[in-house]
């Protein structure tokens, strides 16, 4: 007999771990699948690419539904086949329709939800979040119609919407809470850089702004953004693009054990021993995700214990960053900032736009940014991933692994 697995969302890290799975075990379970969407399993980090024309919707979808058929998967999709309840007594979970399914093994990625600001007015028309295929299309629709986009946030996720709002014709302005860009990802020097090049292609900016009230007209639409020092901005489409929280709250009423996220041991398990996660909606050693490399490792550990192979153990390793607009490279990884007990290493060249930051500490990579230049991007993330004593080769460094290789 088969072993039940139910797989609550239909997203990229489930799904993944689906097919390491039926990779790895393909007999060992039934599956059935529930996704609150109504597609099969989509690309999400490509919504940027549908947003800006590259892509259609077609382009991104890595499962249509026939896979799921032709793998013998169970799958449930749209809103009223939502995932409502799980009973871990009778290990059983439902959807909003009733529809119901039992598991043995029980796996949930539900993913996130977009970060939603408490300023007033958040629930006017043409505000929205920056999540999903419906928020694109939307989007898309809004491009065609309205003139005044307002990204809310100056993260990776609000450039590539207001860089395809941009591309799509409309005048975007970003507004965002740092007087850098990317804050998170890039030194002052590198979000500069950033900046510059976004200016050059027609998007502007409002920096270390705070946002203190949308308006809108008498039919409920914005209008206009209002900001703490009096100041507004015409708006006909606000786009909130600040972060994302880890959906977690199917697991809580099931009284799985949470903290900022479903809290997960090495092995993806949960307090409960019969029941996995993956993804955002997790917590593991005291970090959350939003990124899709550590998802992907998240889904290779866990379907090798889900297969009974049980020997790998997932680790957190630093996550590297990269824009996804056309013509713009930049990476970023590790501590880049550093601290009194790091030295770094700059190389600039103003005419080529190209900026490269380096730190090291106690003889080895921990951080760096590059912007302009990324192609030994994944090399230094091999020096600081394995802790490379990098001593002998530090006047070279910065140079890249080609200068290496010719001396």
Known sequence: MKQRLVVIGNGMAGMRTVEELLSAAPEKYDIT???????????????????CGEKTIEDIIINDRQWY???????????????????????????????????DRLLIATGSRPVIPAISGNDLKGVISFRDIVDVNRMLTYSKSHKKAVVLGGGLLGLEAANGLALRGMDVTVIHNNAVLL?????????????????????????????????GDKNGHIIAVRFEDGSELACDLFIMAIGVRPNMTLAQEAGIYCERGIV?????????????????????RG???????????????????????????????????????????????????????CESIHFTDVDLG?????????????????????????????????????????????????????T
């Open 33 to 51: 699948v529930f996704g609150t969407e109504p597609y099969g399993n989509y690309n999400r980090i490509m919504l940027s690419s549908v947003l």
């Open 69 to 103: 058929a032709d793998k013998g998967i169970c799958l449930y999709t749209g809103s009223e086949k939502s995932v409502v309840r799980i009973d871990r007594i009778t290990r059983k979970v439902y959807a909003q329709d009733g529809t119901s399914a039992t598991y």
């Open 183 to 215: 804050n998170r990802q890039m030194d002052p020097q590198a979000g500069k850089m950033l900046q510059k090049e976004l200016e050059q292609r027609r998007l502007k900016f409002k920096m270390a702004a705070k946002t203190q009230q949308l308006i």
């Open 264 to 284: 997960v041991n090495d092995t993806l398990q949960s307090y409960d021993p019969s029941i996995y996660a993956v993804g955002e909606c997790i917590q593991h």
């Open 287 to 341: 970090d959350t995700f939003g990124l899709v490399a550590p998802l992907f490792e998240q889904a290779k550990v866990c379907a090798n214990h889900l297969s009974a192979h049980g020997v790998a153990e997932y680790i957190t390793l630093p996550t590297a960053t990269k824009l996804k607009v056309t013509g713009i490279n930049l990476f970023s990884v590790g501590n880049f900032m550093g601290d009194e007990n």
């Open 354 to 406: 190209i900026y490269k930051k380096l730190v090291i500490k106690a003889d080895k990579l921990i951080g760096a940014v590059l912007y302009g230049d990324t192609t030994d991007g994944s090399w230094y993330q091999e020096l600081l991933e394995k802790e490379v004593p990098v001593a002998e080769i530090r006047d070279r460094l910065i140079f890249g692994k080609a200068c290496l290789a010719s």
